[in-house]
């Protein structure tokens, strides 16, 4: 099976795939699963992903037809969801014999509509643009969760009651709502928001995976920063002038009181956070002196490989947690 997205997530209890836009596919799986299991997972649902793979070139292929959407359509499409929803929803209301708290119009990448528990209303503006059967029947699928707020049967009597049609809108939706979600992200990378993208900061990174007695060091990032409580290996940016083998070395003495012997690269990484971007360069290195200290960090542990999958890391640290071993860091492994 080709190439493919792993995200790993504390939480998660089960592995998931979908097909992002460029056709990639993307494995979400808790932070125990192994890589191996991950890729039989990939390569059993390799027909699931060529069908998909289609289903996403088919999309692309009207929505560059028709075209990104402009910024004066944006602003558009907001005001006719308003006006149209804001008719909808006291409709609905009525038939039901349901009160409701406010409309929210915005853009939801995963939604078309959603209600919260104090009766607050939220929209996709996207909608506007859809067939007006459309859009009601999301207005009135949301007003329903008014009434309740699960998908039982109770709420489907209720939908069929005021809204007859909305099977065959639910089936539109899904056939062709893609195509609108696409073109707003076409507006999305070629306005301000792309152009963010681009600029966003990009930092090299050099870390140290000290090993010491059969295991390795981890530590913990503080509670106040970016990726708090999260575990690490300890490192940090490059500054101008220095090799990565140097910044390992000076940010080990920084963060922990120690001298390292940086001994050579044991992996290498990139990886995008919401705020910059990661080029990581992780150097299996030995302590050549000092005792070490928490001067910057929560907390540290000495584990061995096996130990990985009972902590959360950073998640530019999971691209290659699976490929620490005992054999890659000369580890022997204690006797039986």
């Avoid at 944006?74 to 929803?89: D, G, M, N, Q």
């Avoid at 049609?165 to 070629?190: N, P, T």
Wanted: a positive charge.
């Amino acid at each position: 099976m080709d190439d493919y997205l792993l995200i790993r997530k504390a939480g998660r209890r089960r592995l998931s795939l979908k097909i992002d836009e460029e056709g990639r596919a993307v494995v979400m799986a808790p932070l125990w699963v192994p890589k191996r299991t991950v890729d039989e997972f990939v390569a059993s649902n390799a027909r699931f992903i060529e069908r998909r793979r289609e289903s996403e070139k088919l999309v692309t292929r009207e929505a560059e037809r028709l075209g990104a959407y402009t910024e004066e359509d944006i602003k558009r499409l907001k005001k006719v969801a308003r006006e149209k929803l804001s008719a909808a929803v006291p409709k609905f209301a009525e038939a039901l014999g349901v009160k409701y708290n406010r409309i929210t119009v915005r853009y939801q990448k995963t939604k078309w509509g959603s209600c919260s528990s104090a009766g607050n209303l939220n929209f996709n503006f996207l909608l506007a643009d859809m067939p007006e059967e459309v859009l009601e029947a999301v207005a009135a699928h949301e007003v329903c969760h008014l009434k309740n707020m699960n998908h039982g049967a109770a709420f489907y009597r209720d939908l069929d009651k005021i809204c007859p049609w909305h099977k065959s809108a639910g089936k539109w939706l899904k056939e062709e709502g893609s195509v609108y979600h696409r073109r707003y992200g076409m507006y999305l990378s070629g306005g301000v928001r792309g152009e963010l993208q681009r600029m966003k900061k990009t930092v090299e990174v050099a870390a140290a995976i000290i090993v010491d007695g059969g295991k390795f060091l981890i530590c913990q990032r503080p509670p106040r920063k970016a990726r708090a409580l999260l575990w690490e290996f300890p490192g940090g940016k490059r500054e101008d002038g220095e090799t990565l083998r140097q910044a390992a070395a000076r940010e080990i003495r920084e963060e922990l009181g120690i001298e390292i012997e940086p001994l050579d690269v044991l992996e290498t990484t990139s990886h995008e956070y919401p705020d910059l971007r990661v080029n990581l360069t992780l150097f299996r290195s030995v302590i050549k002196s000092g005792a070490v200290l928490l001067l910057e960090h929560n907390d540290m542990r000495w584990i061995t490989p096996a130990e990985i999958p009972e902590y959360n890391f950073c998640p530019a640290d999971y691209e290659f947690l699976d490929r620490i071993t005992d054999e890659r860091l000369s580890i022997q492994p204690p006797l039986q």
